[in-house]
Structures are given as structure tokens and as C-alpha cells.
């Protein structure tokens, strides 16, 4: 039996870093028996029957899991949006940080390609609303390497993902960072205002023992699944840090009255458009809910959930 990571994984065959060497592997069938499935970033145990094939035993419990992009036990995310070309889709970081949060990940916000952005008054706003709410945010650029020492110095030490719009330039920071990687990139089609889909699968790659990072394939759409109403206001950092509305932690910051989080929207002490989002992101929780509801009662096999709030 040898111990090892998984790096890429392509339509059902799993490669896996060891002591040997990459070896190509299988996973076995009784794991989808169990109802795992294997993802990048699993440590795992693996049998060989011969130098070069293996096969997967055992996938060991995960630290972490994002599901989109699937990488399991990773610290860090390098959340990345470029300032320009594809034009920044707030809403969706919105949606990528919210999940970021529900898997408990560090979160760094990339704003790729500032060159493009001459009086940085585009990057400026941008970087201003995030550090506002507590994170962190580095302006970058391929073009003239500013702040890649700062992308570098966080990448150390752990294991982390980039992930954001295609075309927004992952593979190429990463290229600029460890240029003996050569990663494949392509100009976005400026017909279309986005990516190509350049990168195709994620990959995970080790600088040293310690620094692990991951490239995946862009996303252009981000459906909001296994969050809770009740739960999403956990998501928006901003909101935590005020004090608590007269409902407490029963209030989901939309028609309840006296609400401290729609006060401080008032006062500008929260941004409208992060509130905004979190609104909208709430009302498609509430519409799937229903929706998966009405199908479930359809069925005959819908049963009243125990933690749902306010007898809905
Ligand atoms: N002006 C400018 N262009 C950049 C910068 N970084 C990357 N690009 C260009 O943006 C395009 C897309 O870059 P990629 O690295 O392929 O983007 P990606 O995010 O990996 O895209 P997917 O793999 O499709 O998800 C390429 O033409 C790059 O040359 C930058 O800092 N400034
Ligand atoms: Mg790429
Ligand atoms: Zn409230």
C-alpha cells in the first residue's frame, strides 16, 4: 500500500503523487458503493499492481471540501476577478465568497489585470468595497508583475486554489509565478466579452512540501445549492460584526423591523450592493426551496423539515 495526493483527475482516472512517482489509478468500485468520489487534493491509499497503475483503496477523511471547483483539503482561496476584459461580475464574486466562507477557507481577492485599468479608479472602488468588509485584496497584473510578490507570499506555506471567471487570467498569474509550469492561456474572444475555457481540468501543483496550489477551469455561472435562508447571513462577514437585530439571530435582515443590518445600509456603513446581493442570493434560496418543495409534496415524500424558521 502507498500513500499519496491526487492531482488531476481525468475522466475516471485519478493521478497520484507518492514517494514512486506519479502513478496513474482507478478508484475501487466499492468507494462508489460508499458514495465517494474521489477529487483532487485527497489523500489517499493506493494498491499497485504493477509499477505504473494503481488503485485507489481509500480516500482519507477531508480537512476541507469546495465543490466547485471539487478540490478537497485546501487552506486558501485566490478568489480572481479581472478589473476588465471580462468585465468583473460582482454578483457572482459575491456567490464565490459565500461558499468560500461555508467550506471555512481563507479568502484572498485577486483583481487581476489592473493595467488595464490606467487611473485605477475601477480597481480602487473594487478593492475599497472588499477590504471594507474585512478582506483581503490584491490588484495584480501579468503585464507589469505588480504585486505578484505578494501573491507569491501568500501562496506559501499553504495549500491553495485559483478560481474566478475564464479568462480572467488564473493560469497566467500562476505562469508569471512559476514560469517553468507553462500553462496553457488564450486571449478571451472579444466578441463574446469572456473567456474560453482555456483550462479544462484542475491541477494541483507543489512549489516545496508545504506550498500546494491548484489552477481550475473558470466557472460563468454559480447556482447557490445546500445553503439554507437561515444560514447565508453567516456568509456575509459584514453583517456578523454589528451588533444583534431585535430578533436576534432569528432575523434574516429582509422585512424584520428595527434591523441593525439595513440601518447600517442606511448609514453607509455597509454597502448597499454587497446587501443588495445578499438579498437577491436569498430570494433564489427561497425559490428553490419552494420549488424543490412543490415537487417533493408532488411526490407525496415532502416532510416539514424540522430546522426551517417561521413555520414556512
Ligand atoms: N492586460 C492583461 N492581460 C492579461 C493579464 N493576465 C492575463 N491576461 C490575458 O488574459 C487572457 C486570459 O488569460 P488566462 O490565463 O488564459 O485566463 P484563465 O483565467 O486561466 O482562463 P480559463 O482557463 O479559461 O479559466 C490571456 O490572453 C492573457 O494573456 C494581465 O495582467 N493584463
Ligand atoms: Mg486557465
Ligand atoms: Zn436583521
Redesign the pocket.
Known amino acids: 500500500m502507498i500513500k499519496g495526493k491526487i492531482i488531476k483527475a481525468i475522466s475516471g482516472f485519478f493521478y497520484v503523487e507518492s514517494d514512486n512517482g506519479i502513478i496513474e489509478c482507478k478508484a475501487r468500485g466499492i468507494l462508489r458503493k460508499k458514495n465517494i468520489t474521489p477529487i483532487i487534493g485527497d489523500n489517499v491509499i493506493i494498491s499497485t499492481t504493477d509499477l505504473n497503475c494503481g488503485i485507489i483503496e481509500e480516500v482519507m477523511p477531508r480537512k476541507t471540501e469546495l465543490v466547485r471547483p471539487p478540490v478537497a483539503n485546501i487552506d486558501k482561496v485566490f478568489i480572481?476577478f479581472a478589473v476588465k476584459?471580462p468585465n468583473p461580475n460582482l454578483s457572482l464574486l459575491d456567490r464565490f465568497i459565500v461558499f468560500s466562507e461555508k467550506v471555512g477557507l481563507d479568502i484572498v481577492i485577486l483583481l487581476?489585470?489592473m493595467?488595464?485599468d490606467e487611473r485605477l479608479e475601477k480597481t480602487m472602488i473594487i478593492a475599497d468595497e472588499y477590504s471594507k468588509v474585512g478582506y483581503k485584496v490584491i490588484p495584480?497584473?501579468?503585464?507589469t508583475g505588480q504585486n505578484m510578490d505578494k501573491v507569491k507570499l501568500e501562496m506559501k506555506g499553504c495549500t491553495s486554489v485559483f478560481a474566478?471567471q475564464?479568462?480572467?487570467?488564473?493560469?497566467?498569474?500562476i505562469n508569471s509565478i512559476v514560469p517553468e509550469l507553462s500553462l496553457e492561456?488564450?486571449?478571451?474572444s472579444h466578441k463574446l466579452g469572456r473567456?474560453?475555457?482555456?483550462?479544462r481540468h484542475a491541477q494541483l501543483f507543489k512549489v516545496d512540501e508545504d506550498t500546494i496550489f491548484a489552477?481550475t477551469?473558470?466557472f460563468s455561472s454559480f447556482e447557490i445549492n445546500d445553503i439554507e435562508a437561515d444560514e447565508l447571513k453567516h456568509y456575509f462577514i459584514e453583517f456578523s460584526a454589528l451588533s444583534e437585530c431585535r430578533f436576534g439571530n432569528k432575523c434574516i435582515h429582509k422585512n424584520e423591523p428595527d434591523c441593525v443590518v439595513k440601518e447600517a445600509v442606511e448609514d453607509n456603513k455597509i454597502s448597499k450592493r454587497r446587501y443588495e446581493s445578499y438579498l437577491q442570493i436569498l430570494d433564489e434560496i427561497s425559490s428553490n426551496n419552494s420549488f424543490g418543495r412543490k415537487n417533493r409534496e408532488k411526490d407525496g415524500i415532502y416532510v416539514k423539515s424540522k430546522n426551517r424558521k417561521n413555520g414556512r
Open positions: 480572481t476584459e487581476s489585470k493595467d488595464l495584480v497584473s501579468t503585464i474566478g475564464s479568462g480572467v487570467g488564473k493560469s497566467s498569474i492561456t488564450s486571449e478571451i473567456g474560453k475555457h482555456t483550462t489552477d477551469p473558470g
